[in-house]
């Protein structure tokens, strides 16, 4: 919900308990190209964090895929067809750098009929994960709602909708819908009294809307078990219950605080029982807090965070979304974003994940391409990967290290393919067909289009998507942090310089982009971090105590560093670090700023790592 009345969340689908899906099970599927011994595997929460087969902490990076799931253009799925989901699969991992997507599902597709479940629609919705599967990127299903339904809008409608179907607003007997003086399509959230009323009635499960929408969701995920492979389904990290859940109106002496406990969180309590019960038992709910517990206007904020559910534990994760609504309102912040411009709001979704003993995800973040906010996009989108990176501005990051924090998994908005070539008839109007942008609510979001030729290319800078991240971490991380040099038009953004204090690290990496980890050494899978494209192999130089090197070898289970493909066979490189021992600080500085560093210089600057590492570890 990038406007600014942030964005509401699915209302969706529904059907009695009873509905079961049907099919033959799958032919079982190989894992994907490329993948090595300690590869694939489900993922389970443990300590705070997402843990793979290994004991590895694993962050997911990556996109929503994609807002074309609330269009009908294409029967409410993400692609108009199983090669687009490879394409884009492909484009993503190899362009963009992420290793996991949100994947938005629609209720109203998958019950059009009033317990009656779509297996054609997911069957297809089937086949497009498994493209994204099967190219070794781990995905998480939401079933996805703004504004509740299109069909509380008519064809004349300024706005439309996403998320139930049109039998469960039909028996709501909702008023015209109306935003009044609307700026933004996220305020009919609070403003639009049809929207409110329908919200409304689905937290308090009127005319039974809440008890199908969970039947539905039942049905959907039997359905997935017994329709992907072994191998893909582990690659399923969870389930996103609800997008963005707003009361839609409080009852007298009512907060939003006893809203989550008293409505919202029984509703997770009972579609976790749902995922038990459909063989997701080993998988965790991302369950969302009120949508505004984090807003950063002061007047749209409400105490919130599930500050009621007691510890979640691994059976949860705490989910939610950020977006810059001063930047994006265009009146409450005039400039751009600074270095560490939302540290402050990614430490409290760190905060309240420890809190709530689980891990952490920030499933939507973005800010708009085009339009009057646009030329804000460059600093913005870098201060919010930022602050995923680090709980630290740059400014402090190598003074006090050992504050840096978990690094966060995070899900950008939005991975579009059709991108400004969409065909949408908005609401059902033939005479407002819909072809640029987004295509819905004139949002403008997307990483990524299609040219000319039908190619995906970026529609941001590089050097900001592609980023250098721990993937996999053996053992435990304690301090990250990447200095992307990302552009804001034609100025080089560098938060993060190398201080002089460091002088031949800072000679060693230049004007070049570099990455530090440093990490506390266990289980006996490397550590591994994804490489962007900027960083190829004969110009990547990694200084480490477990070796320093300059084009690093092809990995092996006795090459300390070394390069490998990430699995799926998109061309993705990743760099493998293998310690040999258990509970030892380890560090690795990897950058692409140096060109025939001498042994001299690569030794040096090992030194100040080492002692670095040695003061503030």
């Known amino acids: 919900m990038p406007n600014i009345g942030a964005r509401l969340l699915p209302v969706l689908v529904v059907l009695c308990g009873f509905l079961t899906a049907v099919g033959a099970p799958p032919a079982t599927a190989a894992a994907p190209s490329g993948s090595l011994w300690f590869d694939g595997g489900p993922l389970t929460v443990r300590g705070g964090r997402f843990v793979d087969g290994q004991g590895r902490e694993v962050v997911l990076r990556g996109y929503n895929v994609s807002g074309e799931t609330k269009l009908e253009e294409n029967g409410g799925l993400p692609f108009a067809s199983v090669a687009d989901a490879r394409r884009s699969a492909t484009a993503l991992r190899a362009l963009g750098g992420g290793n996991a997507v949100r994947f938005p599902l629609s209720w ?24 994204f599967l099967d190219a070794g990127i781990r995905v998480y299903p939401d079933f996805h709602q703004d504004l509740y339904s299109r069909y509380l809008f008519d064809a004349g409608s300024w706005y439309t909708g996403d998320g139930a179907p049109k039998w469960a607003v039909e028996g709501g007997s909702y008023p015209k819908e109306s935003c009044g003086i609307c700026l933004f399509w996220g305020q009919n959230i609070t403003q639009n009294a049809a929207v ?21 969701a039942q049905a959907t995920m039997i359905y997935l078990q017994r329709h992907l492979s072994d191998e893909e389904f582990a690659g399923v990290v969870g389930f996103d219950p609800y997008n963005e859940p707003y009361a839609g109106g409080y009852d007298s002496g009512q907060s939003s605080r006893t809203w989550e406990r008293d409505l919202l969180w029984p509703f997770y309590a009972r579609f976790r029982a749902r995922m038990d019960a459909a063989g997701w038992q080993d998988k965790p709910a991302f369950v969302e807090p009120n949508l505004f517990w984090n807003a950063n206007i002061s007047t749209q904020r409400q ?37 560490g411009q939302y540290a402050s709001d990614f430490a409290a979704v760190r905060d309240r994940a420890a809190a709530a003993g689980t891990a952490a995800v920030v499933s939507e973040f973005g800010h708009p391409l085009s ?17 995923l990176d680090s709980r630290l501005p740059g400014s402090r990051w190598w003074t006090d290290p050992a504050a840096s924090g978990p690094v966060l998994s995070g899900s950008q908005w939005q991975w579009d393919l059709y991108n400004g070539r969409h065909h949408e008839p908005m609401n ?12 819905w609510n004139d949002e403008d979001l997307s ?18 998507l592609d980023r250098l991240y721990p993937s996999a971490t053996a053992g435990s991380g304690l301090a990250f942090t990447y200095e992307d040099r990302s552009r804001d038009g034609s100025a080089t953004l560098t938060w993060n310089p190398v201080p002089a204090s460091l002088p031949d690290v800072a000679r060693l990496v230049g004007s070049g982009q570099y ?12 550590t591994e971090l994804h490489l962007p494209a900027s960083f190829p192999t004969p110009a990547t130089t990694v200084v480490s105590d477990l070796g320093t090197v300059c084009g690093p070898p092809a990995y092996t289970a006795a090459t300390p560093v070394g390069v490998a493909p990430e699995p799926g066979g998109t061309g993705s490189r990743r760099l493998l670090l293998t310690a040999a021992d258990s509970g030892v ?6 950058t692409n700023g140096a060109t025939a560093p001498s042994a001299d210089l690569l030794g040096a600057a090992r030194s100040e790592l080492a002692a670095w590492v040695a003061a503030h570890f």
């Open 585 to 590: 600080p380890h560090f690795a500085l990897v």
């Open 196 to 216: 409110r009323q329908a919200q409304y009635d689905f937290w308090h499960d009127a005319h039974g809307v809440q008890d199908a929408f969970l039947g539905t």
């Open 515 to 526: 990455g530090l980890l440093v990490w506390r050494s266990g289980a006996g899978a490397p």
């Open 428 to 439: 059902g109007n033939p005479g407002k067909v819909v072809t640029s942008e987004d295509g």
């Open 371 to 387: 339009g009057t906010v646009s030329d804000k996009a460059p600093t913005v989108l870098k201060a919010m990967y930022q602050g």
């Open 447 to 464: 990483a990524v289009r299609l040219d000319d030729a039908g190619n995906p290319v970026l529609r941001q800078d590089a050097r900001l």
């Open 108 to 131: 109203a597709h998958a019950e059009p009929v009033r317990g009656q479940v779509d297996t054609a629609y997911l069957a297809a919705v089937t086949e497009q994960m498994g493209a």
């Open 303 to 339: 105490e919130g965070g599930l500050l009621d559910a007691g510890t979640l534990g691994p059976g949860y994760v705490f989910n939610t979304h950020f977006y810059d609504q001063k930047a994006i309102s265009g009146i409450l912040m005039w400039g751009k974003a600074a270095d």
